[in-house]
């Protein structure tokens, strides 16, 4: 069966076969897929697809994203979407996909490649195209106190923009993988309501990404906050000091945070996220660089 089947990149007029194997496994939607090329920087060639004939029997999507490590903004691959054809699978698909996927990375001269993975299966097929595991998401209760904290968590306002944009820049700095764009605002108008601003006085020194309690998340749910230059155990106070019920709070291996959440009594409960990199010819040195969410 391996000898028929046939490997390229994305062709116009292929979205109709591709979406007959994506959509019934719930693997994407329809309307976005037919618009990929919409989002910037996009290439047919980060599309690589399988087919047995004229039927497309496997998928993988990759995009390029800037990231800050060696002193430098850099370019990246990004994984997102990897799927095989379940009456198709163990002939070696999937790897074939990706070692194309990374041989055009590659040739585009990037820094390396990241995805994340949330079975086992996927796990040792990375680990098989040589992908090591750089850190693993955690997730923990943060109860709230009544301890006065002089850092100040409020809502994000338009002329906030400019300090958060320093601030992540900072970030950068100390942590990876972060997407990075010296020219992209991550907070504007249409999303800075999921977002606070921390302050210290009338300065902004920080922010996270920071949902309310819902049907959806009854404990909501607090992200690392980007913050460059505090103790990690006055920013996770002033997060206790306003919330007035518990949070859940999402963090990674390695990141700032860790150590200081399970000294103050929070069990951090590892998820089956796990974050992947491959780095293209030296292995990046993360030395001294904490990881975060991305």
């Known amino acids: ?12 007029g292929d979205d109709d ?39 497309v029997v496997g998928h993988v ?6 990231l800050f490590i060696e002193g430098k903004v850099q370019d990246f691959g990004i994984v997102s979407l990897v ?5 198709m699978r163990r002939q070696g698909i999937a790897t074939r996909l990706m070692e194309d996927l990374n041989a055009h990375f590659l040739r585009k001269g990037y820094r390396g490649s990241i995805l994340y993975v949330e079975t086992t299966e996927a796990f040792q097929l990375y680990r098989k195209v040589g992908y090591q595991e750089l850190t693993k998401e955690l ?52 999303n800075m309501n999921q977002y606070r601003a921390l302050r210290r006085g009338t300065n902004i020194i920080g922010y996270a990404k920071w949902d309310e309690p819902s049907e959806h998340r009854p404990n909501g749910l607090i992200c690392d906050p980007v913050v460059p230059d505090e ?12 919330v007035p019920t518990q949070r859940e709070w999402k963090t990674v291996e390695v ?40």
């Open 231 to 242: 103790d990690p155990i006055e920013i996770i106070t002033s997060v206790q000091s306003v």
């Open 83 to 87: 799927y095989v054809a379940t009456d």
């Open 139 to 190: 997730r923990t209760i943060l109860k709230p106190c009544t301890i006065t904290s002089p850092l100040k968590w409020s809502d994000v306002k338009p002329d906030d923009y400019d300090d958060l944009k320093q601030v992540k820049e900072r970030w950068t700095k100390m942590n990876f993988p972060v997407f990075w764009s010296p020219n992209t605002l991550e907070i504007h108008q249409r």
């Open 61 to 66: 999507f990759g995009t390029q994203a800037t």
């Open 255 to 294: 990141s700032l945070y860790e150590d200081t959440l399970i000294s103050i009594g929070c069990k951090l409960q590892k998820e089956k996220n796990i974050d992947m990199l491959l780095s293209y010819g030296q292995e990046i040195d993360l030395t001294g660089i904490h990881r975060t969410w991305w």
């Open 1 to 12: 069966m391996a000898n028929t089947l046939t490997f390229r990149h994305w062709q116009p």
């Open 17 to 55: 076969a591709i979406l007959k194997l994506l959509v019934p496994a719930e693997q994407c939607n329809e309307y976005h897929y037919r618009r990929k090329f919409n989002r910037p920087n996009l290439e047919p060639e980060d599309i690589r697809i399988a087919l047995d004939g004229e039927r």
